[in-house]
């Protein structure tokens, strides 16, 4: 498994990509949500989702 740091580098890069994306005039929300950027925004929620429990695992104060 990655550390929490390669995860949120990973995040950043993909950041970095979908803002040019955004920026260049050729946003199109279809593609975003159904086109080729749906791959992108499942592969971004995975990365959220594997940083917060790491995150969490980290912090619980419950155990």
């Not at 995040?11 to 970095?16: N, S």
């Not at 199109?28 to 592969?43: I, P």
């Not at 959220?48 to 912090?59: F, G, K, P």
């Amino acid at each position: 498994m990655s550390n929490k740091s390669e995860l949120i580098q990973e995040m950043l890069d993909m950041q970095a990509k979908f803002i040019k994306y955004e920026q260049s005039g050729e946003f199109d929300a279809e593609d975003y949500y159904v086109g080729e950027w749906k791959a992108y925004r499942e592969r971004y929620q995975e990365l959220t989702n594997q940083v917060r429990d790491l995150a969490s695992e980290e912090a619980n104060f419950w155990k």
